[in-house]
């Protein structure tokens, strides 16, 4: 998806989304407030998990379309003609993660039961089952410019230092590609004839540089590189369920290290799982999250 051209990127790009469904390059802040272009998204409403006929939640009374659409507007999937069996894939990689969530937060929820006074039992697995808001983000991290590669090694420069706002995400080991050497083009379908699925990238075997990838900050702000075996799903908390469980859980800083290899691109699927809009993370202000959400959107989207 990442080598598409900017005319098929328009055809599932949704601007006034805020770019958090469909196609998204270019919209976030970096650390230093520039434009984030290293790396391109699509995201895509994982409402389809509690109804399958929904591409997106249901507006309410106080969230409505007009004043949330990066939570309400419908999913902007790429055409079939362009990326064959990209939706069905996608949909199904997610619920995969979606229903390993419902494992680990029910592990959340025993401890939280235990530790924190007038905690609603299987207050997390609920939401994880049940929320139509839950977002999922596959992402590509472009092969590093050579102007960057020249000024050396940044922490953050694939993408900043920052905390996830929902509860549980959940991520997908990453895929590294040496674009110089793999063709990652999309095939062209001269006879017309769409096949069902596209052909299998080639992956590298590992990062080229042990460096690159996942960092997240333990609690005494050390950074720690992860590095998530290719059969596995790796879950970290958020913001939503630091506030939910008043600090027991804390949400995990975390950062993306560029690959210090000319032509080498990364790929990885994350899922965030958060409450609905109208769920309550801040049970003592009375903050919906609907409301916590978009303070943090407003203030990491560029424009």
């Known amino acids: 998806m990442g080598n598409l051209s900017e005319k098929e990127f328009e055809q599932f790009t949704n601007e006034r989304a805020k770019y958090l469904v469909g196609w998204s390059r270019g919209k976030e802040k970096l650390k230093d407030g520039s434009a984030d272009e290293y790396k391109g998204s699509f995201y895509a409403n994982c409402a389809f998990y509690v109804d399958p006929l929904l591409e997106s939640a249901k507006p309410t009374e106080q969230f409505t379309l007009d004043g ?3 939570h309400l507007a419908p999913n902007s999937w790429p055409p079939e003609e362009t990326l064959p069996g990209f939706k069905p894939v996608m949909k199904q990689m997610c619920a995969l993660i979606i229903d390993t969530a419902v494992l680990v937060a029910r592990a959340c929820d025993k401890f939280a039961q235990k530790e924190i006074p007038g905690y609603p039992i299987a207050y997390l697995e609920n939401v994880v089952k049940s929320s139509s808001t839950t977002k999922a983000r ?11 590669l020249a000024k050396g090694m940044e922490e953050d420069n694939w993408c900043a230092v920052h905390k996830d706002h929902g509860c549980l995400t959940g991520l997908t080991s990453a895929m590294f590609v040496d674009e110089l050497t793999t063709n990652v083009k999309l095939p062209s379908f001269e006879d017309g004839k769409v096949p069902e699925t596209l052909p299998t990238i080639e ?3 590992a990062s080229p540089d042990p460096q690159a990838g996942l960092w ?3 609690r005494k702000g050390v950074p720690v590189q992860v590095k998530i075996p290719r059969d596995c799903i790796a879950f970290q908390t958020g913001e939503a369920l630091e506030r939910i469980t008043n600090g027991k859980f804390k949400a995990v800083e975390h950062s993306v290290r560029g690959a ?5 691109a990364r790929n990885t699927l994350a899922v965030f799982t958060q409450p609905n809009l109208e769920d309550e993370v801040d049970l003592e202000r009375h903050i919906k999250f609907g409301e916590f959400a978009s303070g943090i959107i407003a203030k990491n989207t560029v424009g």
């Open 68 to 70: 949330f659409p990066e």
């Open 138 to 148: 596959l992402l590509h991290y472009y092969p590093m410019p050579d102007d960057a």
């Open 203 to 205: 992956e590298l075997p």
């Open 216 to 218: 997240i900050k333990d």
């Open 260 to 264: 210090y290899a000319k032509g080498v």
